[in-house]
């Protein structure tokens, strides 16, 4: 059973953007606590990107900051991640992932706390 869907990876070249998108199709995402995106690089482990729970509150993971934003449209029941001024080593698979309960500020950028999980969508950033 699909949980989550991304979409919108890509390839691009180093200081240009992307927005990636992800869809919940069998499950409202305001009855989430929290919804976030990890990314896996090869040979690396999956790393917390962005997080934001159902008061909007949002936390990003050091690397990311100042150039990634997250966001959600309740309407369109999707959660959005902007990236901008993209560099090499943000090239990873980027899954979406999101939490039924309330995650402590320290493992909100953790996967452990996450149940339903995304196939992931490729960004291939050039230099």
């Known amino acids: 059973q699909v949980q989550l869907l991304e979409s919108g990876g890509g390839s691009v070249k180093a200081g240009g953007s992307l927005r990636l998108s992800c869809k919940s199709p069998n499950y409202i995402i305001t009855r989430y606590y929290a919804m976030a995106w990890f990314r896996q690089g090869p040979g690396k482990e999956r790393e917390g990107v962005a997080y934001?729970?159902?008061?909007?509150?949002?936390n990003y993971g050091v690397s990311v900051t100042g150039r990634f934003t997250v966001s959600k449209d309740i309407t369109q029941g999707t959660l959005y991640l902007e990236m901008n001024n993209l560099k090499p080593e943000d090239t990873a698979m980027y899954y979406c992932?999101?939490?039924?309960?309330?995650?402590?500020?320290?493992?909100?950028?953790?996967?452990?706390?996450?149940?339903?999980w995304g196939q992931g969508t490729q960004v291939t950033v050039s230099s």
């Open positions: 934001m729970d159902r008061n909007d509150y949002a």
């Open positions: 992932a999101a939490a039924r309960n309330y995650i402590d500020v320290p493992r909100q950028l953790l996967p452990g706390d996450y149940s339903d």
